[in-house]
């Protein structure tokens, strides 16, 4: 069995069992690529059983810090199963939904999310580190099991793997079949296709969003609403099922776009209802400031700005920009549904950007809820990063629903 040893009073993160060791927090010791290594303390005390990652700045990830703990095929099979007990005890309005959510269900660096939950379901997982690389086969092999599924599709491509020293994968895992797919959630049907989609087909994890917006607009009677960085339009469909008159739609991906209108007709709503935008963001909201054109409801949903905290301030630039302009292109009394999914960026910091932004754009908003990712994403108390995906609900000040909301605030 190979070791790490700690420098002096670098055990403290890992006392508190969080998972990550830093290359500058060892002293000696390593291993092969995915090998497990026992970590100790700087005096030799047992702190951990990890798995070793020669290529990545975060050295070793750690599997369990129980010194009797074996790191074999049971111990994974344990931890799956805790994984998909734990999302049927989550409220999941989806037959699609996360299984293992890496760090937070005990299995760093993998994902695995299911599309479907009966026979014809399949699983997409994610191997993003040398340990789950390493143990791929028994991985894959537990997942099946614990879902009684027999396929199984891997999505390892992406940049990720880089960082872990890995080659992009994709492929067939486990048994084959269509990759293309629907799921249901809430009230609408939404289409993906898991080999070519963005991650593992779709993002689950804006899915009570999504909710929460369709209930706005039929709440509201949203006339004209705003998706930008809509992927394949789940947000766009949200707010035409809750009753918005019509929806702009931009994203920069011809094929997302092609599926956001397919999915806005495979819910029956008439095509006139929605408006396909192939552009930048960015440029379009400045062209619709312009023209003089407003919306009663705009979303937000730009791709990771940040991807580390070293590239927080150039995203929080990016961030700030485009809600300063999202701010703008709002009626009084008109809602931002806006989001960083950025881990290098907390909820806090992306509330001061959201206020700076309304600050430059001379908007004062009420933030009436905080949001954060499906429960089936979920942080954990040993780990904060868990919590990648934040948002805010801004109601821009103004107007007639202002005022009436105004006029019965309580006076105590
Ligand atoms: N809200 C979506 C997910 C958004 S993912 C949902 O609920 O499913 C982010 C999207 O932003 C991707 O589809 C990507 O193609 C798009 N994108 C990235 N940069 C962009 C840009 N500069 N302008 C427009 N779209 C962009």
């Keep these: 069995m190979k070791t790490l040893r700690l420098r002096p009073s670098k055990e403290r993160s890992l006392v508190r069992r969080h998972p990550w060791i830093f ?42 810090f129980d010194e009797t703990q074996r790191i074999d095929a049971a111990f994974f099979r344990a931890k799956i199963e805790e994984s998909v007990r734990a999302r049927a005890r989550f409220d999941i309005q989806s037959d699609a939904r996360r299984l293992v959510h890496g760090e937070s269900d005990g299995l760093p660096g993998l994902i695995v999310d299911q599309y479907g939950l009966g026979a014809d379901g399949v699983l997409v997982a994610q191997f993003l580190s040398t340990g789950a690389e390493r143990w791929k086969p028994v991985l894959a092999d537990a997942l099946l099991a614990a879902t009684g599924l027999t396929r199984l599709y891997e999505r390892s491509d992406t940049n990720a793997r880089t960082l872990e020293g890995l080659p992009p994968l994709a492929g067939w895992l486990r048994g084959d079949g269509p990759v293309e797919r629907q799921l249901q959630e809430h009230g609408w049907r939404l289409s993906l296709d898991i080999a070519t989609g963005h991650k593992t ?26 998706n930008c960085f809509c992927y394949t339009g789940g947000f766009t469909v949200a707010a035409l099922a809750g009753g918005a008159a019509h929806v702009t739609s931009i994203d920069s991906s011809g094929p997302a776009l092609e599926r956001a209108a397919a999915n806005v007709a495979l819910n029956g709503f008439a095509a006139d209802r929605a408006t396909f935008m192939d552009a930048d963001v960015n440029a379009s909201l400045r062209g619709f400031l312009d023209a003089g054109r407003r919306f009663d409801a705009i979303v937000l949903d730009p791709p990771k700005f940040a991807p580390t905290a070293a590239h927080a301030d150039r995203a929080a630039r990016a961030y700030k920009d485009i809600n300063r302009l999202g701010l703008k292109l709002l009626e009084p009394g008109g809602v931002l549904f806006t989001y960083s999914c950025s881990g290098g960026i907390s909820a806090d910091l992306f509330h001061k950007i959201v206020a700076s932004a309304g600050a430059d754009a001379g908007v004062d908003g009420y933030i009436t809820e905080r949001l954060g990712g499906a429960p089936d994403h979920p942080m954990t108390l040993e780990f904060p990063e868990g919590e990648y995906l934040k948002g805010l609900i801004v109601q821009k000040k103004g107007g007639a629903q202002a005022v009436e909301y105004a006029a019965t605030l309580p006076t105590c």
Excluded: C, M, N
């Design 23 to 64: 290359d500058s927090a060892i002293a000696k010791g390593g291993g092969d690529a995915g090998e497990t290594v026992r970590v100790e303390s700087s005096e030799g005390q047992f702190l951990a059983w990890a798995f070793y990652s020669p290529a990545s700045k975060i050295s070793a990830r750690v599997w369990s």
């Design 201 to 226: 087909g779709f993002y689950l994890d804006q899915r009570d969003s999504r909710h929460k917006f369709a209930e706005h607009a039929r709440r509201l009677g949203f006339q004209r609403v705003l």
